[in-house]
Each structure stands twice: as C-alpha cells, then as structure tokens.
C-alpha cells in the first residue's frame, strides 16, 4: 500500500529543539523520529513512500534519498501548514490506489500497522485514560465499525482515542477537498468522516503507540526505541571501561578507561565518553558528543555535537545540537514536594507528568561553570548563563 507519511509540521510545542532541525528529524536512539515512522510501515509491507515536507524540508529529503529500506521514496510539498487532509492533498497526484496515511510524529509498533493495512479501511485507535483530550472514535456495538470522530469532545463516546494512522479506500483520493475547519484547517479527520459514511471502516487497535508533541514526549520516545536496542560495541572501547547490558557504541566511537555504561544506552559514531564517566538510563549519546571525566549522564538525549566536558550531572534532559555544560554544571529533576515536574510550553505552564524531569537546552546553548539548573527549565537556542548562576526561570 502506498503510504503518506506527514512531515511537514513546524514542531512549535518542541521549541528551542525544532530551531534548527524540523521534529520529524528529531534524533531517537539511532534514526530520526520519522524513521521510526517510516520502519512501522515498511514492516507492514508498504508500496511506497511518500513523505509530506515543508518546513526545514531539506533534511527529510537528505535523509531518505529516493529509497529506504528497499522501498521507494518519493516526496510532495506543503508549503503552508494549512491541515492534515490539506497535506495529504499535496501528495494527491502521486497516489493511484487504496493509501496508507501516517503522522511522522508518532511511533507505532510495527504489528499493529500491518493490522492496520490488513483490515482496511481502517483506521487506529488507542485506549486512553482521557480521551477529552484527543480525537475520539465512536463504534457500534460489537466494536467492529467506526461510526463517528469527534475532536476533543467534553462527553467522550468512549475511551478508544485517533491514534493518527489510517489505510483509506482508493476512492479517499477524491474526499481529499475537506471545507475548512473551525480552527481554520483541512482537516483528515472530516476526510475519516467522509470515508465513515461511504464504507465499513474498521477500528484497529494499536497495542503502542507514542504521539512526539513536546519535549519530554521525546524522551518518552527514546525511553521506548534505545530500549529496543540489543549491544553492539562497533566502536573503541579502551581497556577499564565497564560495558553493562544493551549498550550500543557505533563505529567511530570512544570510551575511555574508568567509564561505566549501563544500557539501554547507545553511544553514536564521532561521540567520545571518559574517562572516568558514568551513563545510565535510556541514554543517547549523539554524534560527535563529548562527556568527559567525572560527567554522570542519566535518561536523557544528547543531540550532536554537544559538550559536558567536566564534573557535571545531567538527568532527564534534552540537549540540543552543539550545546555546551560548563565545568560543574548540575541539572536538578526532582521538585522537593514530589510534585510533576511543569514546563512552559508555548507560553503556558504544562505538566511533564514525570516525578523525574530535568531541562531543555537549545541548540547552542552554554552554560558558564558551576551553573545549576531547575528541573523543568527551558534554555532558548544560543543561551548563556554566568558563572556560578542558579537558573530557575527559562531564558
Ligand atoms: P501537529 O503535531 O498538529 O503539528 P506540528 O508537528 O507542526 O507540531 P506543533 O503543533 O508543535 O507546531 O501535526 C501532526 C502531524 O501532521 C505531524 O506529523 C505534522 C503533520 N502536519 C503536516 O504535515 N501538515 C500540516 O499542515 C499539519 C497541521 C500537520
């Protein structure tokens, strides 16, 4: 089946992290967000892939070439953000069959896309907890046919939540032209609503799934795909290093003497840890990173490029490409009430839902030394702060 997978989105929620790389091309464990994307539906046997680009789209095309995995790559533009249908609208010409459409944010476990293309038309569904805060399927009684979608409704029809992913009837091609919405998009899910009306469209539910909105949803989503990882040690690793359970360290790569990596944790091509450091958690260590010595590293994401060169502790944090942690530089993650710990996104104070969460920091981000930093902090591209500072409002 040939499948549409949407990357065209700015990634707003994911700011200072999408300001120099779109989301989908957001790092997780040792591929990009969206090739995890990509990965659920070349397993499930898709045809085709066409990715839907628009922001920083040149890195998407970079990265897929015209072939991935042996499936054939092909990409449509969306130059304004105008809506999901509105996307898959942008890839209209190329389709010529029943498609497959995919959000190139989310993460779906393999198994359950192929039961998505298998049942067709179908679309995925997630049981959720709150479903007012989601898109929510209606189905009749056996539970074998989606009856209605309704956004964010304040009396759910049921717990069973749109889980982004749907396998559309040839005929969908022409259901593409959608009015717009009251929040002024085309939107897929009138596009569902068309589709419910005209055929049996099936629920399929997702035994996983992961939607990539903000920060520490990313986390979130290396938690789950460096889980995954099973130990290669491709790299250099120098005599007195201790190398516990599923550690990945990439050609290229250095461990030096008295550093100890308990995985799930990989260490990519160019990074150099050591001596004398201490990795934990669902780490990714990104290209050509540095952690030096007495460093302790725990549950968080490393983009390229980036430095914590001395005696710094940094856990459950996202560090943007090329960011800098000057020498003693400590992340708090823990509030002393215990609470979750909040984080401002787009302007609004928001639940992490994490007891355990520590900052964001740009890309380019420097911290002068001794810096310490509260838990739930959001550093912007570029920031600086002095030596000595305690940072407890983002800047
Ligand atoms: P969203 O997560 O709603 O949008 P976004 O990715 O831009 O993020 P933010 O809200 O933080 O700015 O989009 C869901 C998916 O659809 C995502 O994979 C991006 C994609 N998308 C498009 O490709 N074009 C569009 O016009 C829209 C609205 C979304």
Known sequence: ?????????????????????PKPMLPVADRPLCAHTADAA???GASELIFVVGYEADAVREYFDDEYRGVPVSFAVQREQRGTADAVRAARDRLDGPFAVLNGDNIYDPESVANLFEAAPSIAAIEVETPENYGVLSTDGAGERVTGIVEKPDDPPSTLANAGAYAFPEAAIEWLDVGESERGEYEITDVVSKA??????TPVTLTRWLDVGRPWELLAANEWKVGELERRIDGEVRGGSELRGDVVIEAGATV???????????????????????VR?????GENCHVGHGVEIKSSVLMSGTNVPHLSYVGDSLLGQDVNFGAGTQVGNLRHDGEHVEQTVKGERVSTGRRKYGVVAGPGAKTGINTSLAPGLVLSANARTAPGESVTRDR
């Open 196 to 201: 419910i009306k005209a055929e049996a469209v």
């Open 256 to 278: 030096e003497p008295g550093v100890v990596i308990e995985g799930p944790a990989i260490v990519r091509s160019g990074a150099d840890v050591g001596p004398n450091a201490y």
């Open 281 to 285: 958690g669902a780490t990714l260590i």
């Open 42 to 44: 070349v397993e499930a």
């Open 1 to 21: 089946m040939q499948t549409v997978i949407l990357a065209a989105g700015e990634g707003t929620r994911m700011r200072p992290l999408t300001e120099a790389v």
